[in-house]
């Protein structure tokens, strides 16, 4: 089993950022792939970004984020980070850091096993 938690969530005004951390326990030597999701409110959950936990590697994301959300991983301190530059009010959203096997970043939810519980991150205009 594999446990996730994310934490730094928070109210920001547009164009600030915000760095989400994603720190992981348990069985982390089965999980390859790292991936960031959102969901609003009406909204289905969508992918953000993606990487491989091993290597760091296949780094993905989604059109709407790049060139401003870079996501990055520290194996010695089990963790994954989500830098996000450049803030929208359409980025306002839970988060959600997922974990997954296999080593091929998806942007499929229903492929990731293990789960956060999700922060908050609000963008005023």
């Known amino acids: 089993q594999v446990q996730v938690a994310e934490s730094g969530g928070g109210l920001v005004q547009a164009g600030d950022s915000l760095r989400l951390s994603c720190a992981a326990s348990g069985r982390t030597f089965s999980t390859a792939t790292v991936g960031w999701f959102r969901q609003a409110p009406g909204k289905e959950r969508e992918f953000v970004a993606g990487?491989?936990?091993?290597?760091?590697?296949?780094?993905s994301y989604v059109d709407s984020v790049k060139g401003r959300f870079t996501i990055s991983r520290d194996h010695a301190k089990n963790s994954v980070y989500l830098q996000m530059n450049s803030l929208k009010p359409e980025d306002t959203a839970i988060y959600y850091c997922a974990a997954k096997s296999g080593g091929i970043v998806v942007d499929r939810a229903g492929a990731y096993d293990y789960w956060g519980q999700g922060t908050q991150v609000t963008v005023s205009p």
């Open positions: 990487i491989s936990w091993w290597s760091g590697d296949r780094p």
